[in-house]
Nanobody, 123 residues
Framework: QVQLVESGGGTVQAGGSLRLSCAASGLTFSNYCMGWFRQAPGKEREGVAVMHSLGATTYADSVTGRFTISEDNAKNTVYLQMNSLKPEDTAMYYC?????????????????WGQGTQVTVSS
């Protein structure tokens, strides 16, 4: 059974940085995608960044150049380094995973989810 546990959220001023972590267990697929999604109050969940187990990454336009997704295979952990944070980045951030050959930024493509970690960026 796949389990995902996020950590690293918090409150930061605009222009600051945070690093989110997602520790995974039970991912026995040879090809899989892991990534980050976020949901602000009153808005739909949106894709932020996803990464294939072979290394390919995809980012939302709104975070390109500011956020970086990476993976430590030895620790089965995916990270999201967030720099130059803006108030509009404020949201609950969720880690997601699934067995896939191509990583979509669409939340409907993922069946496994963590509980989320809150990121708040103050102006």
């Amino acid at each position: 059974q796949v389990q995902l546990v996020e950590s690293g959220g918090g409150t930061v001023q605009a222009g600051g940085s945070l690093r989110l972590s997602c520790a995974a267990s039970g991912l026995t697929f040879s090809n899989y995608c892991m990534g980050w999604f976020r949901q602000a109050p009153g808005k739909e969940r949106e894709g932020v960044a996803v990464m294939h187990s072979l290394g390919a990454t995809t980012y939302a336009d709104s975070v390109t150049g500011r956020f970086t997704i990476s993976e430590d295979n030895a620790k089965n952990t995916v990270y999201l380094q967030m720099n130059s944070l803006k108030p509009e980045d404020t949201a609950m951030y969720y880690c997601a995973a699934d067995r896939r050959s191509y990583c979509w930024l669409d939340s409907y493509a993922y069946n496994y989810w963590g509980q989320g970690t809150q990121v708040t960026v103050s102006s």
